[in-house]
């Protein structure tokens, strides 16, 4: 069964440094998404990607975030200048939406959990 | 924001009980979906109804959509420790937006 998959599970980062998420969605998949959990709490929309640009950003996703699709097959978050409160689980997730069903089932990674200091 | 609180927080039952679960909204929706999450892990799709749909089964799980209050249910039946798991709620706004808002989750403890 396809699955996306996430790389690394796990990041220490020191705060002020740059940390790169990578994830591979589903091959036919045509959204992708970046999802936050900060520990215990509710899962936050932070972006979605289509046709390789932004198609939506929360109010999270500020400056500071940056997402890429640099090949055919990956999809990157990138964290610019880390600070203590970006300490969370990164969920990536992605979709096939259409007319009728809409947004439809998100298929979510394992996620990467990044520890700032 | 679009989506609300879901209750409980926290449920705890024993196992071959039923779990109730209660997701509130606040937005027009398109769909409503269920996921799981087990401590640590990714979120898993569970079942989606329909906005012009009232009720869906899917094996133990039961789910109701009530537009009118914005609110939807998902009941677990006969429970086993293993449904042990966080349960959030999502709602889906398309077509205006391609995009799952989840809800906060009820964090349900199955006892053996």
Redesign the interface.
Known sequence: EPEVTQTPSHQVTQMGQEVILRCVPISNHLYFYWYRQILGQKVEFLVSFYNNEISEKSEIFDDQFSVERPDGSNFTLKIRSTKLEDSAMYFCASSDPDREIGTGELFFGEGSRLTVL | SQQGEEDPQALSIQEGENATMNCSYKTSI??L?W?R?NS??????LI?IRSNEREKHSGRLRVTLDTSKKSSSLLITASRAADTASY?C?T?A??S?????????TRLLVRP
Not at chain 2, 40 to 45: D, P, Q, S, W
Request: proline fraction near 4%.
């Open positions: 398109n769909n979906q996921y999450q640590g892990r990714g979120l898993v799709h989606l959030f999502a889906d398309s077509p937006s391609y995009k799952l808002i989840f809800g906060s989750g």
